[in-house]
């Protein structure tokens, strides 16, 4: 697909934790696993900005009249629960959001002002985040191309959401306060794959000031997609930097299919959806359908709307975008035309409903079987979003998938839910704090690359990998005290990668604990071919290496050892050795290793079994040629 003729443009909000205490109060960063046992409810309604504006994103979230539960940890306090105001912004996190401006030739703001930035889908207790600017017009060389930093914020994270049940979504206070630097590029990546490979370089540069949290979670960017004729969405939250280039393509696939269901539209005349919904119970007074009479037997009602010229436009493109906004109301979903008869509604059904609403060929219609007051409000919903079908695609903030792909989540937000923080003193920004930070900053990650390759004479792609996965200081510690370079760089690279697929915590592993694997490992107490496995039980058991390696019975063999197993094997082989001579090796080998991997060093086992069955052929040839 030819990304740059569709106009795509592509924009990436990173946001990343540092690894300093929370913004607001010195309770420790972190996520906690069991919650001290408080509880307690909030619900949250929308407020006025300073001119009197209400955000829309926030009206839409109101509507879903849902109510918050929090549980408080060990590492919040009130002022998480919004109890108490908040403390003096935490200096060291200021001075690291600097540090990065810094890094990235940004222009630092005289002076820092905390703002409330309104969110009320209950991530923050108050009912807002507070958010400073920091930097203005910065930016990043990625391959050749410069990627503009307009704005670089310091803002507190959002608390973790648990899960949700009818009415009622649960957080945990962990995570809320936890501060994070928030990284807005320009809109010039055109891209799927660059978008992935911008999104490598900022956490690269993140990760070289040793001042961010690693794992799961700590790093998480909103992608703003557009293409020629669509319209900004933003995919909020993503996580998994291998599907960033996924979640882009299916972006541009919905928006091309939203643009050509909008040409079809105009085409058939469509004009408006101007429409009510109507009673069509009695329709369905003996039908066979569960999901309806479920909701019949508890005093519910059928409504149905006509879409007219909307036929063949629903099923796999603007249906799931009408269930998604019929759902804000609380409806569990929808029915429509393009789909059934199906879920237990007949042809017979399906039949009378077109009747009962005059429907014409291009004519589809909508169900939703619920209470009256939820279903018409469903509608209420839906009638918006449908009306902008026939414009093409309407701006909002979507949520990402594990397949991929996203759901419509809410409106864009707009500059309505900004207004100042009072609680919260100006900080200034002076030369002299400034100049200390610039005279610590770190080296930056295409210089450690090429450092990297050169000084440990591993393979540019490698050094890197390690660079982009933020375990090149790691790499370093390990290979300047122990040698073993490239299998350091394999271990980090390729035998983790593996045991995460497994879904073991390796980065869990805490670095004195390697740097005691890689110490056995110069002292031959097992060879490397025995590393994944000490590792995989390293990381499941949660033990030192020397536990591991005694559980798993591994132990280095000595050379007289080895040579022993070697004899063995080429006992056993005589009639393939004296068929194939030298061309029996490859073999031979694969039966040693068979008997000795783990326990011993894959090139010390092929240099002694080429001696080994050297000596034997020149026994061999000497004993012939006595015969002779």
Partial sequence: MDYRALGLKVGLE????????????????????????????????PTQSELGEVDAAAIEEAKRRLMFVYEATPNSCLVEADEEPPHLPNPEAL??????????????????????KLVIDGS????????????????????????GVPTLLLEEDAARKLGEAEGEVVYRLDRLGIPLVEIATTPNI????????????????????????????????DVNVSIEGGARIEIKGVQELRLMATFVEKEVERQRMLLEVAAELRRRGVRSVASEPRDLTALFRGTESKVVASALKKGGVVLGMAFPGFAGLLKDKLGPELAAHARIAGVGGIFHSDELPTYGITPAEVEAVRRELKLGAQDAFVLIAEEEGRARAAFDEMLP????????????????????????????PGRARMYPETDVPPIRVTSERLERIREGLPERPEITVGRLAREYEIHDQQARQLVQEGVDDVFEMIAREFGEARVV???????FGELRRENLDVDGIPVDRLRELFSLLKA??????????????????????????????VKGLSREELEGIVDSVLDESADAIAARGEGADKALMGRVMERVRGKADGKLVSDVLHERLAARLRGKSKEGKRKR
């Fill in 124 to 147: 923050n207790t108050a009912g807002f985040q507070r958010s400073a600017l920091v930097a203005l017009d910065g930016h990043l060389e990625v391959g050749g191309k410069r990627i």
């Fill in 524 to 553: 031959g107490r097992f060879a490397k071919e025995a590393m994944p496995e000490i590792l995989r039980e390293m990381a499941r058991r949660g033990v030192r290496a020397t536990d591991a390696i005694s559980v798993l019975g």
């Fill in 14 to 45: 990173i946001h990343q934790q540092l690894a300093t205490h929370k913004l607001f109060c010195a309770c420790a960063s972190g996520l906690v696993d069991a919650p001290g046992g408080l509880r307690f409810r909030r619900r949250l309604r």
């Fill in 489 to 495: 760089a394999t271990v980090l690279l390729y035998t």
């Fill in 190 to 221: 055109e891209t799927p794959e660059e978008a992935r490979e911008v999104a490598l370089a900022f956490g690269s540069l993140l990760r070289a000031t040793r001042k961010v949290m690693r794992g799961i979670g700590t790093i998480r960017e």
């Fill in 385 to 412: 979003r449908a009306a902008a079908a026939i414009q093409g695609v309407p701006p909002e903030t979507r949520e990402p998938r594990p397949d991929g792909t996203t759901a419509y989540s809410r409106p864009l």
């Fill in 95 to 116: 001075d690291i959001a600097l540090e990065i401006a810094l890094l990235l030739d940004a222009k630092p703001v005289a002076e820092v002002d905390f703002m409330r």
